[in-house]
């Protein structure tokens, strides 16, 4: 080995490969509108160096696939909050299974079906005041959601978990909560409505399932960069090597412990923007 060589122990040590693991509303799509335009330039950085950007959502797998059309994007994605993680044909080699579904995806399963869900919520309507998304019409859930109608169908396809509309006060929440628990589910809060899912279903989880099947097809371990706006992100970000926490002006950032957490000035896709291109500076990935 030469002194030249010496200068330099990224040779010998190249960076880890990089994995973009992203929450939907509130980081990369607009709170309000829905939007990811304020973060093209930092999507199109990372497809062009190969970087995978892997939605970790609430959303079901109805909502996920228009939304990668509209994204151009092919790469894994996370469902019902990591109920199911959805992964492309290339990934069968990491996979026990050898069934893909009609559209050319392996669905690995986390979470627990709905039916288990709708068996455990039918006793405790009795004694609580909620509402759920399959009680609803299509019409009430456009109501309750403002989704378009075709995005509300889509938000309906749920296969994994149950959103509900809370009208009971806190108290008998913790005690709904408590009753889910002792039946090997948990309940998350996204936003304005109450997520009901398998207690094995978590984003964290999701991320490190995902981190694993990369280390399989890289024969490295990833560099995890994880982003996201709320406490029902907490899991993600805390399980990623770069946890990125995304403002938004309609609460305060989540407490996060991670080896890096770093804050974003601007709320929504701005935000998503900002820091991945500051990030893919700092880590040498070209511009
Ligand atoms: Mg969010």
Redesign the pocket.
Known sequence: MTDNQELHPSDTHPQPRLLIVT?????LLDHHSYSFSAALPALARAAAAAIPVIPNTSKTRAELLALRRALGNDDPFVVENGSAICLPAAFRPQLDSTRSDSDGLIELRLGVELERIHTVLAPLRERFDFSCFSDWTLEELIAHTGLSPAAAQAARERRYSEALLWRDDAGARASFIARLDSAGLHALQ??RFLSVLGAEADKGRALQRLRELYRQRWGSVPCVIAL???G??VAMLEAADIAVVIA?PHHPPPTVAAPEVIYSRQPGPAGWNETIQALLDRLGVPG
């Open positions: 929450d939907l509303d509130g980081t996204g936003g996201g706006d709320s029902n992100d938004n």
